[in-house]
């Protein structure tokens, strides 16, 4: 039915047409057909009742009355695994690989697929030729599918230009100098080849000098620090024996020997030890 392209004309003026129970015509279309619809859905439309049922109008009772179908129908369980037919699970399935198969081959051509026997291991290389690679793969539908590969083994290059001459070290220099701190200008510094005698306090520098057979030459420096001894510490302190004699006392000391000292021989201890029995006394003829 075109309503776009209907003819509304008056409805005296219709063709016959056939009619049915409960039809009303009310225009022509393009092709000067009736057209026509329920008079009931004109003038009283259907309705859904609160029982869920259609109520439609009777001209007879000239009133809505329940037309005894429901709206809507039965709601249907959910849909399982088992609802599937046997023909729809194998078309669920789909393809997949069975198994595989990898074979070599060398050959002078890369662009040819090679026709002689193919090894499950790889062949010895021999330069100019290519290696082919083939990758059957049978899948679960018993159908193989087929892939090749080629890599080509490159023959020696011809001889390449000579390189630049290498850069080595052609002598080394190593020389020292002390300052009294470590933050001197090693520019300024006066260097000598033998290592100086270095005073408690003071910096000890080191230069190492590398010459490159390209003229090249770089210089590296460390430095480190002149600490006193324990001994030292303990002559500042008052310590009137001998070093070694300073040494057997620290060695009784720290094997936790009860040791007698003097009073500036104990204040001279570089350390107190609470697990060692120190008696100070004015005087020691020897240790």
């Not at 003038?43 to 049922?53: A, D, K, L, S």
């Not at 369980?77 to 990898?102: C, H, M, P, W």
Request: glycine letters at 8%; charged letters at 15%; a negative charge.
């Amino acid at each position: 039915m075109d309503i776009q392209n209907a003819a509304l004309q008056p409805i005296s003026g219709l063709p016959v047409a056939t009619s049915f129970s409960g039809l009303f015509t009310i225009g022509t279309d393009s092709q000067n057909q009736s057209v026509k619809v329920p008079l009931s859905a004109v003038v009283n439309p259907p309705y859904i009742g609160e029982n869920g049922h259609w109520y439609i109008w009777s001209m007879s009772a000239n009133s809505y009355v329940d037309s005894g179908n429901a709206s809507r129908g039965e709601t249907g369980r959910a849909f399982t695994y088992n609802d599937f037919t046997q023909a729809q699970l194998e078309a669920l399935k789909g393809v997949g690989i069975q198994s595989s198969a990898v074979g070599y081959q060398l050959s002078s051509s890369g662009n040819s697929v090679p026709s002689g026997n193919w090894s499950s291991s790889i062949p010895a290389l021999t330069k100019g030729n290519y290696l082919w690679t083939r990758m059957n793969l049978t899948l679960t539908d018993s159908s193989v599918v087929t892939a090749y590969s080629v890599a080509y083994i490159p023959n020696d290059g011809g001889q390449g230009d000579p390189g630049d001459p290498g850069v080595g070290i052609v002598r080394t220099e190593v020389s020292y100098c002390v300052t009294d701190n470590e933050d001197a200008d090693v520019r300024t510094l006066e260097w000598q080849s033998s290592i100086p005698p270095v005073p408690v306090g003071k910096w000890l520098w080191t230069k190492v000098m590398l010459f490159y057979s390209n003229a090249d030459n770089f210089a590296f420096y460390t430095k480190s620090h002149r600490a006193a001894s324990a001994y030292e510490m303990a002559v500042a302190g008052g310590y009137s024996g001998t070093e070694r004699q300073y040494m057997e006392l620290l060695a009784l000391v720290a094997s936790n020997t009860s040791v007698w000292l003097t009073e500036e021989e104990f204040n001279a201890l570089p350390s107190y030890d609470s697990n060692v029995e120190y008696n100070i006394y004015e005087e020691v003829d020897s240790l």
